[in-house]
């Protein structure tokens, strides 16, 4: 296996999920492509750890996940207060504030 | 083969000296937690002090370490480092961190908030920070990262029914989330090239081949933690959040939040890529002129005050990134680094102080417009006064502090004596007298216009409030005439890794 | 900080309490600006009581030092070095700076020191007058205290960053106090665009403290034990040959930037009239006679710099000699087309300034310092004058074709002491301006500057013509409009804008805020023109005495015998020895100063002395001393060592403070020249005085008496004048003279070439000269002035602005569009680096 | 070439799989349909596990199972219902930003594409490395990275406390 397969992947993963933060309205959409972007990073880690012949990167790789975790738990709650202020989870809708 | 299955796993030995500022926050945090649980509503008062007790407790061993001569202090196989640098910011920190809950004690109990989780999330967002000074290492410099940007982003949104609140912490966290996927991505590269994530293993096996990749790698660090500091064009997130967040978030934010991010930067940059600032240089140079220029054009259009506060933010990270643009030219290193930690002590100061006026101000207006600060002089010429004080320093006028924030930053660019430090120092020179304009808007509201509707009833300001306004305001002008008490954290303020290796 | 590091002869030079602890006179108003913020309200006379006798503190101090000075300087050999006396605290250090404070006294800063005592004192005694019951009272005479406090600090700075400090107190001091009556829009924006247009020259005396404090302070150090932001080790550091050309030059540049915006010189000066919407007294103080003459103060004070850096006196031309001569000539033409009679004082403050910076910059340093000396007084007394006519006759105005005339029979005292000014001003013959800025012309001329003298003599004739204009429309011809006694607000009706000299009404800078100042007691209207209270009239008598006499300290015609303030204020250009590294400061009493020369052979009777034993306490002279005054210079003293310097003895350049280097020794002073005097150049400029005063005189009669306003009625009228027609109702003297003079040689028989030569030439002067100056100077005031220099710096925040409007719409408000921007920006970065890189 | 230089299984299963999540995370960004959104993205994260085992990461497979989709999923699935979404296809998902968010992701993975290139060429993993023992990363997770453990723990309370209180009901 070469290494950069698993690194092109990556950055295809990559810049899907970035692709879809930018054209996404719906917030859970947004938060779902920042998951591709996590896991893509995610890859890298796990191929270079191997590359490298060291554990590190698995430790990394479990940091990110659990951070993951967590952050899609604020985002959420975040998308929850937002849809009960507003009716709406369109993010072109946050634009009070501008200039 | 795997060589780690060799070695037994032995217990870490722990320098609980060391770790104590860490600890007494992580102690606070959950006595905090279980008081909010138990405590009838009656009692819940005790949150208060117990969270400002809590920060300065855990101020005690900053001091206890600063004076013990035990040198540099390396815990987990040097991924943590409590040296003079990581002390000084922890100090700035902490008591950055006492002057927000001062600030936000009155602010909560007229307000509709919960209070306890919101010490709760400041004091974790605080232990973030705590330890993000003494990180080495990537792990624990994304963990930390984490560690206090997740509470700020809800802090963010603390209010709840406010729809610019919510809006706020939206863009907070998404902006946030997308910066650190950027610098985790860039980290994940560099472990890559180097197999290590020590900052320090990073500088040694970060030679100059893979050189794409490596330019690569250092670029999404940097614009990781470029949207930390607010530089632009990472920058677009600050004037919403700064405007919709609650005021003293927005303070917290704008100081101790901003300041972690240069602690990072400083530290990748000075102990992970001193070799790579080929690649570093020209990146600040072009952010720090944009961050500048951009920040201040734009808040000259402002008439809010928060959101014009907020470009002043970003402006005054500028001046902050100028010295590191020349970083690595030979023997700059240093006198960045201190012109750095210099600007950031007495940026905390000043602009911690116009938020506890605006708080003050805004308590009496009911208003966040510029021009509800007119004739402020007639009804509160304490506050007027104090008020064009921080503007002064943050407009660089002697003999205020910021005027020696922005002369330790020229300082280093003059002694780098390149051209392009000193096309940057023209930039930064023109800058600074265009920064004059929207200052000026607000000292001549203040002093030379009529009170908007004719209300001239005294603001009251909180005993919190006023010892907020009084710590703010006596270190800027303590910090701008005597200049050597900054230089003395400076000067101590070498980085473990970087300068003492 | 030399003392030790010579093997030379020394020379004890006399000091005193008053000259060691100069550093006190600026310490006073600081304290009295405290006490007035914070007890003022409560005390009987608001506050202001402090800041009287703060500044009466200052100004006995200021006296005593200036007395104690010439006393060391007259008891010294007479080419002996003067030692300044100076002190330094440090302040703070950190690796390589050492900041310190506290003073460096010599003539220059004495001289300073006095004026600016004296002129505060005045002006506070005046506006507790002039600003009677006026809301902010208290506050006004708070930042008027601090302001002198300010200057005088800047004066005794012994160092850059000293100076910087004092220098932006001033800047903050005039934004309050330019805008002190803040109600009417127009002030507050003037006071805006003070403190901008200043700041935006500050950033130049930065950028030059920085420049030469990285060239200077490795060379200060090693040779003089200094930082390189001492005022004496970048002085002896320009002079020692060591800069490098670019570094002093940049460094002379941007310092001379930052000394164009404070000082209003081209093409910066707009805020100054713009600053006349403050009240008078601040006029009179600030923009008269002390703050903006801390650009000329810093040129003089570094003036190696700017000697080296803008390489005087080695070219027929440079930055500073240029700036100043545009200014002189710009601002006098300006000056005639106002009809604000402050506007007009205050393009005259900025035309003088030019003469000062011109003349410095013509290597003209003592005539320029005495002007700046001189200048203070009468340009005080004719500022308060004008306050005064405002405040006692015309209702607040400052109009002088609407709101005055013929105010010399009401207002005699008022009117006397505003002619002897005027007379200074012009520089009439045995009155202060005449020996300051006739002095400036000479040298300039003498030192090859033949062009710039041209343009001083222009200057000389603008100043008496455009000074004779106000001097006419003010105290002559009728009372108009206030003055007569009409009500205050119909002379506000636009009817009658005169076609020619029409400026903005929006930058009026009336004094219209004295009427809220006076409301409580003032009768409105019901009372003609009257002579102003003692309060007002004292300060302009004594200004207006000064005005004549101060001219005597510096005589040149009448000899060496007059020419005091040259000896003691002219900075000598002798060599001081050093060899090596110096030791460490000396003492508080530190008054040897160390001559470089070869005679070495006696030792210096004082080397035992204690520095504590030589500060003769408050004046008095301790008798061990060597010297006494004006005896024999020492003994050992030679002549000729002067131009020798060296332990060793080499046989140095001929003028070692001039374009040479010494080699082991320091000066501090370039080695300037001065023109002898002679009364035929007197003559010549006193008759350009007189033409000018002459044809403005006639002009105006023209003008404003005869209400002639256009070109072709005036042709017309001279033509009957021809048949000496309508000069028989002129009522005045001076009238008389004009008809005798030009219509009997026009109606003489044997005159028809005068005729001809009057209708055509001399018509054409009075008319054609006095209407095309009006002319060009009204489109210069219009075009270049208001719109170009205005516009640009207007225009540069406007645009400034606009780029902020057209950056907007990237702050979108859509996450999305700000998450786009974010990649977007990583993505493009990212490939310029890795394209780079690859 | 040998047949020991060239997993055919394992480059094979590489190639499928990878297909897979990519054209999974296609769908994630352009499906009309928020749920089904989901279940992509459920897709593209087993693939990452199943990548993961041949990277020779067997527990952080396993975690990646039981967090991504265990967990987050369910949370995602939550998110969407508790926020009315529609089961059934919606118009409004996209903004109109697809003609900036294209190109800056092409050129975004073409700079990456480039570099990666550039540095490791055609570098071969390493094919009899062992698998990762759990032992080996709680051993590091215990030791080296233990402070940042205790600093995630704090992560996770304040994530939990505070989405509690933004997400309840008052």
């Known amino acids: 296996m070469l290494l950069n397969e698993f690194l092109m992947l990556g950055a295809v993963l990559f810049c899907i999920g970035v692709y879809g933060v930018i054209v996404r309205k719906n917030a859970v959409l ?9 896991n893509s990073v995610n890859i890298n880690l796990l191929a270079f750890s191997l590359r490298n012949n ?46 | 083969m795997l060589s780690a299955l060799a070695t037994a796993w032995t217990s870490p030995s722990i320098d609980y000296h060391a770790l104590a500022p860490e600890i007494i926050l992580g102690g606070g945090i959950v006595l905090l937690l279980l008081l909010d649980l138990f405590l009838p509503d009656a009692k819940k008062w005790v949150l208060t002090p117990l969270a400002s007790f809590t920060v300065l407790g855990a101020f005690i061993p900053v001091l206890t370490l600063a004076l013990s001569n035990q040198g540099v202090r390396s815990l987990f196989d040097g991924r943590y480092m409590v040296d003079d640098f990581s002390l000084v910011m922890k100090g700035l920190f902490l008591l950055a961190g006492y002057v927000v809950i001062l600030l936000t004690a009155d602010h909560l109990r007229e307000g509709d908030y919960y209070q306890g989780e919101y010490w709760f999330l400041l004091l974790t967002s605080l232990l973030g920070m705590v330890m993000m000074a003494s990180s080495r290492d990537m792990v624990s410099i994304f963990v930390s990262l984490e560690l206090l940007s997740i509470p700020a982003y809800m802090m963010a949104a603390w209010r709840k029914r406010d729809l610019r609140s919510n809006e706020a912490g939206m863009k907070y966290y998404l902006l946030g989330v997308f910066a650190s996927a950027l610098m985790l991505y860039g980290m994940s590269l560099l472990y890559g090239i180097t197999g290590s994530t020590k900052l320090v293993e990073i500088a040694t096996y970060l030679g100059s081949d893979l050189t794409s990749l490596r330019a690569l790698a250092v670029f999404f660090i940097v614009v990781g933690f470029a949207f930390k500091v607010s530089a632009v064009p990472f920058h677009t997130w600050a004037p919403d959040t700064y405007q919709g967040a609650p005021t003293p978030v927005t303070a917290f934010l704008s100081v101790a939040s901003k300041a972690a991010g240069f602690v990072a930067l400083v530290t990748v940059v000075f102990v992970a890529f001193p070799g790579s600032h080929d690649v570093w240089q020209p990146v600040f140079w072009i952010l720090s002129a944009l961050t500048m220029t951009v920040g201040n054009f734009l808040a000259l259009k402002q008439t809010n005050i928060v959101r014009m506060l907020a470009y002043s933010s970003i402006a005054q990270g500028g001046f902050i990134l100028m010295p590191l643009a020349v970083a690595g030219v030979d023997g700059v290193a240093n006198s960045a680094l201190r012109s750095v930690v210099t600007y950031l002590l007495v940026y905390a100061a000043t602009n911690l102080g116009v938020f506890a006026i605006v708080m003050v101000v805004a308590r009496k207006t009911r208003s966040g417009e510029i021009s509800s600060y007119g004739g402020l002089f007639s009804y509160a010429p304490g506050i007027a006064t104090l008020m064009t004080m921080f503007m002064a320093s943050l ?40 920064a004059f304009g929207y200052y000026g808007k607000i000292l001549r509201e203040m002093w030379m216009k009529p009170v908007p509707d004719g209300d001239t009833t005294p603001v009251t300001v909180y005993s919190s409030l006023g010892v907020a306004l009084g710590i703010t305001s006596i270190s800027t002008l303590v910090l701008g005439t005597f200049p050597g008490i900054v230089i003395h954290f400076g000067d101590i303020a070498g980085l473990t890794g970087a300068f003492i290796k | 900080m030399f003392s030790a590091v010579t093997e030379a002869t020394e020379v004890i030079l006399k000091s005193g309490w008053f000259l060691e602890h100069a550093y006190i006179i600026p310490l006073i108003p600081a304290i009295a600006f405290a006490l007035i913020i914070f007890f003022g309200k409560k005390m009987p006379m608001k506050g202001s009581e402090f800041g009287i006798l703060s500044m009466f503190g200052a100004l006995a101090m200021s006296a005593g030092a200036a007395y104690q000075w010439i006393q060391r300087v007259n008891g010294a050999p007479e ?74 600090n800047m004066v005794v700075a012994e160092n850059m960053i000293q100076l910087i400090l004092g220098w932006e107190i001033m800047g ?8 002190h009556w803040w109600e009417e829009g127009a002030n507050s924006r003037a006071a805006l665009k003070a403190f901008f ?21 490795d060379w200060t150090q090693k040779n003089l034990g200094v930082s390189g932001f001492s005022i004496r080790g970048l002085s002896a550091w320009a002079l020692s040959g060591h800069p490098g050309h670019a570094a002093i030059t940049v460094g002379a540049v941007a310092l001379f930037i930052a000394c164009i915006g404070k000082s209003g010189q081209f093409p910066l000066h707009t805020w100054l009239p713009d600053a006349m919407a403050g009240p008078t007294p601040v006029s009179s103080l600030l923009h008269s006679s002390t703050m903006v003459v801390a650009g000329v103060f810093l040129v003089a004070r570094l003036y190696p710099v700017f000697f080296k850096g803008m390489n005087i006196m080695g070219t027929s031309l440079n930055f500073i000699v240029l700036i100043g001569g545009i200014t002189i000539v710009i601002a006098a033409a300006l000056a005639f087309v106002q009809t604000d009679i402050k506007k007009v004082l205050a393009y005259s403050t900025v ?6 910076m011109m003349g410095l910059g013509a290597g003209a340093w003592l005539p320029a310092v005495f002007h700046i000396f001189t200048h203070a007084f009468f340009k005080a007394c004719l500022f308060l004058g004008a306050g005064s006519i405002s405040h006692s006759a015309s209702h607040h105005s400052f109009d002088m074709k609407k709101d005055m005339g013929g105010l010399r029979k009401f207002m005699p005292i008022t009117f006397a002491t505003w002619i002897l000014s005027t007379l200074a001003l012009c520089g009439v013959f045995p009155f202060s301006g005449f020996f300051s800025k006739d002095e400036i012309i000479d040298n300039v001329g003498h030192n090859g500057y033949t062009f710039f003298m041209i343009i001083g003599l222009s200057g000389a004739f603008l100043t008496a013509a455009y000074m004779t204009r106000a001097t006419y429309l003010t105290f002559f011809g009728e009372p108009r409009g206030a003055a007569a006694g009409e009500h205050h607000e119909e002379e506000h009706g636009h009817d009658t804008p005169a076609a020619h000299d029409d400026h903005g009404h929006d930058d009026h800078a009336h004094d219209s805020h004295d009427a809220h100042a006076h409301d409580s007691h003032d009768d409105h209207g019901s009372h003609g023109p009257r002579e102003s209270g003692r309060i007002i009239t004292i300060p302009l008598i004594i200004l207006a005495t000064l005005a004549i006499g101060s001219g005597f300290l510096n005589a040149a015609p009448f000899g060496e015998k007059w020419e005091n303030f040259k000896k003691w204020v002219e900075p000598r250009a002798e060599v001081v020895s050093i060899t090596g590294i110096p030791a460490p400061t000396g003492g508080a009493g530190e008054a040897r100063i160390a001559e470089g020369t070869t005679d070495t052979t006696v030792p210096a009777p004082d080397a035992a002395v204690s520095s504590d034993s030589v500060v003769p306490v408050d004046g008095e002279v301790v008798s061990e001393e060597p010297v006494a005054d004006g005896e024999e210079p020492m003994p050992m003293y030679d002549e000729k060592s002067a131009e020798v310097v060296g332990a060793e003895g080499e046989a140095m350049h001929e003028s070692p403070c001039g374009t040479e280097t010494p080699e082991h020794g320091v000066c501090y002073a370039p080695q300037l020249h001065h023109a002898p005097f002679k009364w035929s150049k007197a003559a010549m400029s006193m008759i350009i005085v007189f033409a000018g005063m002459l044809l403005s005189w006639l002009l105006c009669v023209q003008l404003y008496d005869r209400k002639n306003k256009k070109l072709v009625g005036l042709t017309k009228r001279n033509k009957l004048l021809g048949a000496g027609y309508l000069f028989l109702e002129n009522k005045y003297f001076l009238d008389t003279l004009y008809e005798k003079i030009i219509v009997r040689s026009i109606a003489h028989p044997i005159a028809r070439a005068a005729y001809w030569f009057n209708q055509n030439v001399l018509d054409g002067i009075v008319n054609g000269a006095g209407i095309c100056t009006k002319t060009v100077a009204g489109w210069v005031y219009r075009n270049v002035d208001q719109k170009l220099v205005d516009g640009a710096v207007n225009g540069a925040g406007t645009t400034a602005e606009n780029a902020g409007g057209a950056l907007q719409p990237v702050q979108s408000g859509k996450v999305n569009q700000y998450g786009a921007l974010l990649f977007g920006a990583a993505a493009i970065g990212a490939l310029v680096l890795v394209i780079i890189n690859f | 070439m040998l047949a020991s230089d060239v997993l055919v299984a394992q480059n094979v299963g590489f190639a499928i799989i990878a297909a897979i999540m990519v054209v999974g995370a296609l769908r994630v960004v352009t499906t009309k349909n928020v749920v089904h959104a989901a279940l992509w993205l459920v897709v593209v994260l087993a693939g990452a596990a199943a990548q993961y085992v041949l990277l020779a990461a067997e527990f952080v497979a396993i975690t990646q199972v039981m967090v991504y989709i265990g967990a987050v999923m369910v949370l995602f699935l939550f998110g969407t219902m508790l926020t ?32 990666l290139n550039d540095g490791f060429k055609a570098e071969k993993l390493p094919v009899d490395a062992p698998v990762v023992t759990t032992q080996q990363v709680s051993d590091q997770i215990f030791g080296a990275y233990l402070l940042p453990f205790w600093a995630l723990s704090f992560v996770l309370l304040a994530a939990a406390i505070g989405a509690i209180v933004l997400a309840r009901r008052d």
């Open chain 4, 84 to 115: 009315r979404a529609r089961i059934g296809a919606e118009q409004d998902l996209n903004n109109k930003n697809w003609f900036i968010g294209l190109p800056i992701a092409v050129l975004l993975l073409a700079t990456m594409l480039m570099a």
């Open chain 3, 172 to 179: 903050l001091c005039s934004f309050m106090l330019i805008g």
């Open chain 1, 54 to 99: 060291s554990v590190d990167g698995h430790t990394f790789a479990l940091y990110v996940i659990a951070v993951a975790a967590a952050e899609v738990g604020v985002g959420l709650a975040m998308v929850l207060l937002m849809y009960r202020n507003r009716r709406s989870v369109g993010l072109d809708e946050l634009s009070e504030m501008k200039g």
């Open chain 2, 395 to 434: 407009a660089g006028i002697p003999p205020f502090g910021g005027w020696f924030g922005k002369f330790t930053a020229f300082q280093s660019l003059v002694s780098a004596g390149t051209t392009w430090s000193y096309v940057l120092a023209i930039i930064g020179g023109i800058n600074s007298a265009v």
């Open chain 3, 197 to 217: 247009t200043t700041r935006t020259g500050d950033i130049g005396l930065l950028v030059g403290t920085s420049v030469l404090f990285f060239s200077a302070n």
């Open chain 3, 79 to 152: 080419e002996a070095y003067i030692k300044p006396v100076i002190k330094t605290w440090t302040w703070w250090q950190n690796n390589g700076f050492s900041f310190g404070i506290g003073q460096h006294i010599d003539g220059l800063s004495i001289t300073i020191l006095c004026v600016v005592a004296f002129i505060s004192s005045l002006v506070q005694i005046y506006s507790t007058e002039y600003l009677h019951g006026d809301r902010r009272y208290t506050h006004f005479f708070a930042s008027l205290t601090l302001f002198s406090a300010g200057m005088l």
């Open chain 1, 30 to 38: 947004v938060l779902m492509s920042i998951e591709l972007i996590l």
């Open chain 3, 351 to 356: 035309s003088q300034l030019g003469y000062m």
